[in-house]
């Protein structure tokens, strides 16, 4: 049998393959599948996209030498499942191969199947050993853990601020595209990486007036983000990027107003209750990942309800001397990098909790 050293390195290993998946794989989890025999890993895989064969089966797949798998231990970072969804259940596929023990990071928070496919396995006579590196495994797929217990997607909050903390000059609305810039072109070439690998991602009114952003993931290779936008008062007008039909956008607004091609508008009441109505859309939607990219006004009112998960604050060497205030955080820099001309700090919340009953 395996030591708990190699449960751990072969842990590492599943963990590996699912980061593959990042960005692809919403609703469901990023999975990755690794399995042994002798000491050595004899199949591996992981979940790809979306409605396609879960990693389980996809490591199951790979082994050459089947007969090997009735002295195997299958290791994957998630539980796995024992519903039918998209394709069969990968608890049953398992009993079927014969494979004795089991090796899972984290037990699935997802009501249909938490715990049942553990269950499943155990009760047919499966060695199952649950929690290795189990902080890793969380940490990977916080997106799907934030969503399943919290009842709400992962927020990312993000901006750019000067040296002298502002994110902006004093502008009026109308002057659109019109922007004054903080980071430079590798910076906003990591952010549209991010872009790809989130589901959604929002700004306020008078990001949209100002900026006229087009919030999409252009200079990055993978899928367009879902964008939103708040217009409380319905004043965008059709001209701007935003509400060009080209990319799926929902607008939220206090006025009810007529959709056009790809664009959605949803009425929803205004402050505090607007927030609120934006995450039980997203929720409802099975949107679990979003991006908050401003305004300030937008930022801080998530801020102050306390409904973010992690803040990514690009500090750059400018110097604006007089604008609009960055926002500030109560809580402590987890990571800083250097990138390019710019200070990259990333913020946790440390009060939110994703324990799994």
Request: a neutral charge; proline letters at 4%.
């Amino acid at each position: 049998m395996e030591t708990a050293k190699q449960d751990m390195e072969f842990m590492d290993r599943c963990l590996e393959l699912a980061h593959k998946g990042l960005g692809n794989t919403a609703p469901n989890p990023m999975v990755g599948c690794v399995l042994v025999a002798g000491g050595r890993i004899i199949g591996q895989g992981y979940h790809h996209e979306y409605g396609k064969a879960h990693a389980e089966v996809n490591a199951i797949q790979s082994v050459k030498k089947s007969e090997l798998l009735a002295s195997s231990t299958l290791y994957v970072n998630l539980e796995p499942c024992s519903h039918h969804g998209k394709t069969p259940p990968c608890s049953e596929l398992i009993l079927d191969k014969g494979i004795p023990r089991v090796v899972v990071g984290n037990m699935d928070p997802n009501k249909t199947v938490s715990g049942k496919g553990i269950s499943r396995l155990a009760d047919h006579g499966v060695e199952v050993s649950v929690g290795i590196r189990e902080k890793e495994c969380l940490e990977l797929n916080r997106r799907f853990f934030t969503y399943h217990v919290n009842n709400r997607p992962y927020i990312i909050l993000k901006w750019a601020e000067t040296k002298d903390g502002f994110i902006d000059r004093e502008r009026t609305p109308g002057t659109s595209g019109n922007i004054n810039w903080i980071t430079g072109t590798m910076e906003r070439q990591l952010v549209h990486k991010w872009r790809s690998e989130e589901q959604a991602i929002l700004v306020g009114t008078r990001t949209v007036l100002t900026d006229d952003p087009e919030l999409t993931a252009r200079d990055w290779s993978g899928r367009q983000p879902l964008r939103l936008a708040i217009d409380r008062k319905g004043i965008l007008p059709g001209s701007l990027k935003l509400l060009d039909g080209k990319t799926p956008t929902v607008i939220f607004s206090e006025r009810a107003l007529k959709p056009a091609e790809n664009i959605l508008w949803i009425k929803l009441a205004g402050d505090p209750d607007m927030l609120d109505g934006i995450l039980d859309f997203l929720y409802n939607n099975e949107i679990q990942s979003l991006i908050v990219e401003g305004g300030r006004a937008t930022l801080e009112g998530f801020i102050k309800r306390n409904l973010w998960d992690e803040a990514r604050v690009f500090t750059g060497d400018q110097l604006f001397r007089r604008g609009i205030r960055a926002p500030s955080l109560e809580t402590d820099t987890s990571e800083k990098h250097q990138i390019a001309g710019s200070m990259l700090s990333i913020f946790r919340n440390q009060t939110l909790n994703l324990h799994v009953e």
